[in-house]
């Protein structure tokens, strides 16, 4: 199924003509992975960022400190300056990111294992979406990716985002 809404992803950046920056840090670089799976990806795809340090959050992708320490890694702000970032830093059409706790340890009572938050950033608007997955690490990654990629494609299509 990712490897679908992958497939489907570049040949709607194709149609477009416009390229993508990632900015991950749960996902590890997943996102990345199976954007360039795609045989013709290189047209698209300009660069992916994986920043599970804080430090790379605000010296890459220009994360503020204030928000960080305010919110935490895992929130809608953070999310949200890192696809920002990333579009700015590779001045591309598109920047999507991912930032949350894949466990197994790691949550909280207010921030579970599998919360996550995915964002797509255009030149115009930053959207973002809060999940609430369940599973094991690898499980929560790959909804992570598939629920990124399908908020992605529904920006690109209606320029919006049903939550």
């Not at 919360?115 to 115009?124: E, H, L, M, N, R």
């Not at 990716?145 to 494609?153: A, D, H, I, R």
């Amino acid at each position: 199924m990712i490897i679908q809404l992958a497939q489907q992803l570049v040949e709607k950046l194709n149609d477009l003509q416009f390229t993508i920056a990632t900015a991950e840090s749960c996902t590890g670089g997943m996102v990345a992975q199976y954007i360039t799976s795609v045989s013709g990806a290189s047209s698209v795809f300009d660069c992916g960022v994986i920043s599970y340090a804080n430090r790379i959050k605000e010296q890459e992708l220009n994360v503020s400190h204030q928000n960080l320490v305010e919110y935490g890694a895992v929130s809608e702000q953070v999310c949200k300056q890192m696809a920002g970032g990333i579009l700015h830093k590779a001045n591309a059409d598109v920047g999507i990111s991912v930032t949350g706790i894949a466990g197994p340890t790691g949550g909280t009572k207010e921030k579970p294992v599998g919360t996550v938050y995915i964002g797509v950033a255009t030149k115009s608007k930053v959207f973002c979406k809060r999940l609430n997955l369940e599973g094991n690490r690898e499980d929560i990654r790959k909804q992570t990716v598939q629920c990124l990629f399908e908020m992605t494609l529904q920006v690109l299509e209606t320029d919006s985002v049903s939550i």
